[in-house]
């Protein structure tokens, strides 16, 4: 594609607003340093060879892609990830107070993975949707993006449409999200995007999915179910991001706290 315009890569948080705003998302740098970035890609390359091993992974698009969900249970790390400051001060100020943590996971891309179909990721919202998105999400990217190894691809400006788009495999349409490991990409859940396809023989494209919500929208993982009761107590600091804490009425537990307001 030709003339279409695309996020800066910058450490400048006003200008990754800027970006966020006009173009649905942006791109920081540096957030994640580089010999963290690839130590959490060494644990996500063991993790999804471990699950592989034990059966119970989750390998898909043919055998070239993998996914590895409910990282919080699979190492403190990835609460680290979670809990951000950067990230959730973006997430903020996309979702308001209050937001929570859909999921945590990782999509690894591997040679020969077609484009993922193109979505939006709050499209179980009947449109027209409201003018601030649902749910937004953080791409943190653990090796080099690029447009060959499967690096997202985004409509840049789709999340002012109002819907999501028709779903197809065409990336025709599409503009490869490129950056170095340790870059995060955080967008607007209306953006239209999808994995792209890996082309190349060997690389294998591991990025971790930080994906958050409205404190009133429903959770893509059920936390309440699966979260290992061990992290929770470790890390007291996920409760509120997992929906343990209240929202104004929303959460109660035999009602309101009996000292809070009546109706
Ligand atoms: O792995 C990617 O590049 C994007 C994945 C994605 O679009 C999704 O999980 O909704």
């Avoid at 030709?2 to 173009?23: F, M, Q």
């Avoid at 592989?52 to 989750?58: E, K, L």
């Avoid at 990835?78 to 943590?101: C, E, R």
């Avoid at 007291?236 to 537990?253: F, H, T």
């Amino acid at each position: 594609m030709t003339d279409v315009a695309t996020a800066t890569i910058t450490s400048d948080l006003d200008r990754a607003k800027a970006d966020l705003a006009a173009l649905g998302y942006c791109l920081l740098e540096g957030v994640m340093k580089a010999d963290r970035a690839a130590a959490v890609r060494t644990r996500i390359a063991d993790l999804a060879e471990a699950e592989i091993a034990a059966g119970t992974d989750y390998v898909y698009e043919n055998g070239a892609n993998q996914r590895v969900w409910t990282l919080l249970n699979k190492g403190d790390e990835f609460a680290d990830i979670a809990l951000d400051p950067t990230v959730t001060d973006l997430m903020s100020q996309l979702l308001g107070y209050g937001f929570l943590l859909s999921n945590i996971d990782a999509n690894i891309a591997g040679p020969g993975g077609k484009p993922m179909f193109l979505h939006a990721d709050q499209s179980f919202a009947p449109p027209p949707w409201p003018p601030w998105p649902l749910v937004a999400n953080a791409m943190w990217m653990l090796d080099d993006f690029t447009a060959e190894n499967g690096a997202t691809r985004v409509v840049p400006g789709s999340h002012l449409k109002g819907e999501g788009p028709v779903p197809t495999l065409e990336d025709k349409i599409t503009t490869p999200v490129t950056g170095p490991a340790g870059t995060v990409m955080v967008f607007d859940g209306r953006l239209w995007h999808q994995t792209g396809a890996n082309v190349t023989e060997g690389q294998r494209r591991h990025g971790i999915l930080a994906y958050y919500c409205r404190p009133f929208v429903r959770t893509q993982e059920n936390w309440f179910l699966s979260i290992d009761p061990d992290v929770l107590e470790r890390r007291p600091e996920l409760r509120a991001l997992l929906g343990y804490e209240l929202y104004l009425s929303l959460g109660m537990v035999d009602g309101m706290p009996r000292q809070g307001p009546r109706f």
